[in-house]
């Protein structure tokens, strides 16, 4: 059965828990730590974080979780996408990027994402105007140029994610 525990690298523990949390399956991390952001592909996740991030917040989980992938020194956050387009500019979830990337000296491409969700399975999203195509674009752009395996952790509609998907399976 696949849990979230199952998808952590073997050597990530719990905050509160002394022993380490299981993956059997996998592959690529080393078990040692590194600055978040190194790029050193044997001992860190390479990350693809999409969100409804908005600002003002609609809830607090968002700012948090991205608070949370940058402080993870397991994870190098390779690219950022802001889910629901036309929201995004109105209420910019840039501004939180921005502030976080600021914090943390990093720099990080980030893209806003599709406005509308898939008309159906198979859809490419292509209609969506231009501007709105950059989340798309940005996951495929980093997954072509990232060496080895790229987790997406996708938090909201995770329509980016899956148009990106119709668009080149590979």
């Not at 073997?10 to 078990?31: D, F, L, S």
């Not at 600021?102 to 990080?108: I, K, P, S």
Request: proline residues 8%.
């Amino acid at each position: 059965a696949l849990t979230s525990a199952s998808l952590l690298p073997e050597t990530w523990q719990h905050p509160t828990v002394a022993r380490p949390v299981t993956a059997p399956h996998a592959v690529g991390h080393e078990g040692t730590r590194t600055t978040p952001g190194t790029n050193n592909a044997s001992t860190t996740a390479r990350v693809i974080y999409t969100t409804d991030l908005f600002h003002p917040p609609d809830f607090l989980d968002d700012q948090t979780d991205l608070a949370t992938l940058f402080a993870l020194s397991e994870l190098d956050v390779r690219a950022i996408v802001l889910e629901q387009g036309y929201r995004q500019h109105t209420r910019s979830g840039a501004t939180p990027v921005k502030q976080l990337l600021a914090l943390t000296g990093r720099q990080v491409p980030y893209a806003v994402g599709l406005a509308h969700p898939l008309r159906y399975p198979q859809d490419k999203c292509l209609q969506e105007h231009p501007l709105l195509q950059k989340g798309v674009e940005l996951i495929l752009q980093t997954l072509r140029e990232t060496p080895g395996e790229v987790y997406v952790i996708a938090v909201g509609s995770a329509r980016d994610t899956a148009a990106a998907f119709n668009r080149d399976e590979k």
